[in-house]
Every structure is written in C-alpha cells, then in structure tokens.
C-alpha cells in the first residue's frame, strides 16, 4: 500500500471513531430525556441572560487572542488583528469539521493574514492545548471546596500529574539539549524530495522561537495567567445561561461545567464536538441534582452561544479575506 493511501486510511479512521464517539456521547445525553419537557423548559426559559453571556464570551475570546500573541517570540509577535482574524478562522472550522481541524486551520490563517512561520504558530498552538488542559485541572483542585462531589476527580487527577510531567519533561530537555531533539524528530524530513535540508533547519529554529514559551518563565507564567483569566470569564458566560434556566446554583456551578466540557475537548468528536459536549455539561449538572430533562436544554442552549457566533464570524472574515 502506498504512503498516501495509508494517510487515507488513517484519516478515514479517525473520522470513523470520531463519529462513533459523537454518537455514543449523544446517546447517553439525550437517553433519558423527556422530550415534552424539554420543548416547555425552551419556551420558559428567560433568554435576555445571553446578552451578557454573549459579552463575557467575547470577552474571554479576546483574552485568548492575548494569549496566543504572548506565546510568540516578541520579535515575531503577529498584531492584534491578523491573530484574531486567525482565530476566529479556527474557531470556525473546528465548528463545521471534526476533530479540531481548527487548530491546523488558524495555522494557515495567521501565516496568511499575518505572515507568522507555520513551525511557530504550531509551537504555540501546542503549548495552547497543554496550558487549556492544566489550567482546567487547577482550577478543579482549588475550586474543588465549592463543589459538589466530583465522580471524575480520580481521572482528573491522574491526566493532571501526566501532564504536569510531560510540560517538566519537555522544559527541560528544550534547557538542556536545546535545539538538538527538534532536530532529531525533523532529521527524516530532510530525505523528501519537495523538502531541502535549508528548508528543515529552518523549521527547526522556528518550532524552538515557538516553544519560546516553555524556555522563558515570564512569558510562560503570563501566557498562562491569561489562560486562566479566559476560563474564569468563560465560566461566568456559562453561569449567565444558567440564570436564564433559573436552575438556582451558585457561580461555582458555572466554573465546573466549563471544566467538565473544557476537559471533554480532549476527546475526538464531531464538528462543533456535539453530544460530546453536551454529555459532560449534563455530567456536570448531575452532580447539583438537575434533571437531565432540564441539564440537556441548558446544555443545547449553551453549545448553541458557544458554537453560532463563531460561525457567523468566522465566515464574515473568510469572505473579506478570500485569500485565507
């Protein structure tokens, strides 16, 4: 079998579980739900709780925005704007194709929009997914006091010290060999026939000014101060909605079903990463003794702010700049 009909496989199959995770998640969260309660809990529900939950959201997105640019180094730091558009282009793709295909999306993008090398862009964009993943894990384990009984909490904390030893894993090899292990890893590329040597050395030093990050402990504390910030605020938008379904839980409660969707992300899934999502806010919900009738409609709603704004804004800046 050939090289591209083995990627072909693999894409194929990877496609294949992610559906066979979406429909296994919306299975469960849709199982026990009373679809006449459902209709009502929709129509009762107070809607003007989005407009705040709509400004907290963009909020936090922009704080993301903040984010990714400290990532940088501050000699290729992209503006503002581009690293927006960039993100926005992500976001909406993640939304219409499975398996975060976003992240490889916003890459393109900001090379586009903004002229920032491929190689660093997905440094950072790595660095992006571990500090979301650990941030949501701090989180947890401060907040756990304000929290009902947490099954999961186990799991949790097992994927949180994995993780921690992973980022001290890689900050140290990065300060002690440097650039030699990206080397190492990129060395078989420079045998293709489209890629010269020059062109791989150069991916080199752009993957390590990306994981510039991981090597400087200023820029790696602020990027993930403001990772943070962004799921606090994100946790307030979430908890809006859950004023607009008068559910009658605390801010706290908010917090955790971010948590609980944040950390779902992980999984492979459909566009928009649906019943996947929707299965960990009622997850979430069921530890407060919601109804899953009633957790199910706030989980529909809440995806829907999360999800549609996106879209909307991701093709507002695809058709301005047809180029990306």
């Known amino acids: 079998m050939s090289r591209l009909g083995r990627r072909r496989r693999v894409g194929y199959g990877s496609v294949l579980l992610a559906t066979a995770i979406t429909v296994a998640f919306a299975y469960v969260a849709i199982r ?48 503002i704007w581009p690293t927006t558009q960039a993100l926005l282009v992500g976001q909406f793709v993640n939304n219409i194709l499975p398996l975060r295909a976003g992240d490889a999306a916003r890459i393109v993008a900001l090379h586009s929009l903004g002229g920032s090398s491929r190689a660093e862009t997905t440094a950072t964009v790595v660095i992006e997914r571990f500090f979301d993943v650990l ?49 190492f890893v990129l060395r078989p590329l420079a045998r293709l026939p489209f890629l010269f040597p020059e062109r791989v050395e150069a991916a080199v030093r752009n993957l390590m000014q990306g994981f510039i990050a991981l090597r400087s402990p200023r820029l790696g504390l602020v990027a993930f101060l403001w990772t943070l910030l962004s799921w606090l605020v ?49 997850v979430a919900l069921s530890a407060y003794g919601i109804p899953q009738t009633s957790a199910f409609s706030y989980a529909l709603v809440v995806h829907a702010l999360n999800v549609l704004p996106f879209v909307v804004a991701g093709l507002v800046v695809l058709n301005v700049n047809r180029r990306v």
Not at 136 to 150: D, K, N, R
Not at 252 to 281: D, H, Q, R
């Open 135 to 183: 941030a949501l894990l701090l989180l947890l384990f401060v907040a756990l006091p304000w929290f009902p009984e947490v099954t999961w909490i186990r799991a949790a904390g097992i994927l949180g010290i994995a993780l921690t030893l992973a980022l001290i894993a890689a900050v140290m090899v990065l300060r002690v060999f440097g650039e030699r292990p990206v080397r």
């Open 234 to 282: 994100l946790a307030m938008s979430f908890w809006f909605v859950v004023l607009g379904f008068d559910l009658g839980l605390s801010p706290a409660a908010g917090l955790l079903i971010v948590i609980a969707t944040g950390l779902s992300m992980i999984i492979p899934s459909a566009p928009a990463a649906v019943g996947v999502f929707e299965a960990a806010a009622i």
């Open 32 to 79: 026990d739900v009373n679809f006449g309660e459902l209709g009502q809990s929709l129509r009762e529900s107070n809607y003007w709780w989005l407009i705040p939950a709509l400004v907290t959201l963009a909020l936090g997105f922009f704080m993301r925005v903040l984010r990714w640019r400290v990532l940088f180094s501050p000699r290729t730091r992209p503006a």
